[in-house]
């Protein structure tokens, strides 16, 4: 019973490098989404995907990309990290109820 | 547009003490209302929700009220213990065609033996 997997769990990168965020889920859900967590400004969307084939700007979505590249998968991208991005990433899916978290990926860019 | 606020932490508690974590929001129509719950190094797990005006959600023993009226869902528990210490997020989900989630900034609750 996995519900929504994340990896890494934990990265390090240098500014002006690239990386992706994988994130799975195993619900059928099909609604995902990603976050970023900051100290004090609690949750904000980043992009989300409503089903398969569709993905959306949030809140915060400048210096990323997303990929829904099936029901199951839902992948982060930063083409070229700023210092700025360094923060604690969650994957979510959602049901018509309730929403469903990884653990998340703590980010830094140095 | 929708938006939810919180009342700013830390809320720092003696075991068996009160808890009440005010949260009020701001919607277009009539938006379900969560709190999620991340306990240290973890990911947030849903702990209550309502859907409409006048549930109560409950749950470990926390509950929230929907009130319309005052457009708050205020997180109660009658006796804290040391592993509620954790940050509460209140929530709302968008009532449009996107049904996002859109979180207050979460209270960090401490909670001492």
Aim: glycine share 8%; aromatic share 12%; proline share 4%.
């Amino acid at each position: 019973n996995a519900g929504v997997t994340q990896t890494p769990k934990f990265q390090v990168l240098k500014t002006g490098q690239s990386m992706t965020l994988q994130c799975a889920q195993d619900m059928n859900h099909n609604s995902m989404y990603w976050y970023r967590q900051d100290p004090g400004m609690g949750l904000r969307l980043i992009y989300y995907s409503a089903s398969e084939g569709t993905t959306d700007k949030g809140e915060v979505p400048n210096g990323y990309n997303v990929s829904r590249l099936n029901k199951r998968e839902f992948s982060l991208r930063l083409e070229s990290a700023a210092p700025s991005q360094t923060s604690v990433y969650f994957c979510a899916s959602k049901s018509i109820t309730e929403a469903f978290f990884g653990q998340g990926t703590r980010l830094t860019v140095v | 547009g929708n938006s939810v606020t919180q009342m700013e932490g830390p809320v720092t508690l003696s075991e068996e003490a009160f808890l009440t974590i005010n949260c009020t929001y701001t919607a277009t129509g009539y938006p379900s209302l969560f709190w999620y719950v991340q306990y240290p190094g973890e990911g947030l797990q849903l702990l209550l929700k309502a859907t409409k005006a006048d549930d109560k959600g409950s749950n470990k023993g926390f509950e929230a009220t929907y009130r319309k009226e005052t457009t708050s869902f205020h997180l109660e528990k009658g006796s804290v213990q040391v592993s509620d210490s954790a940050v509460y997020f209140c929530a709302l989900r968008a009532m449009d065609s996107s049904y996002k989630l859109i979180f207050g900034s979460g209270t960090r609750l401490l909670v001492r033996p």
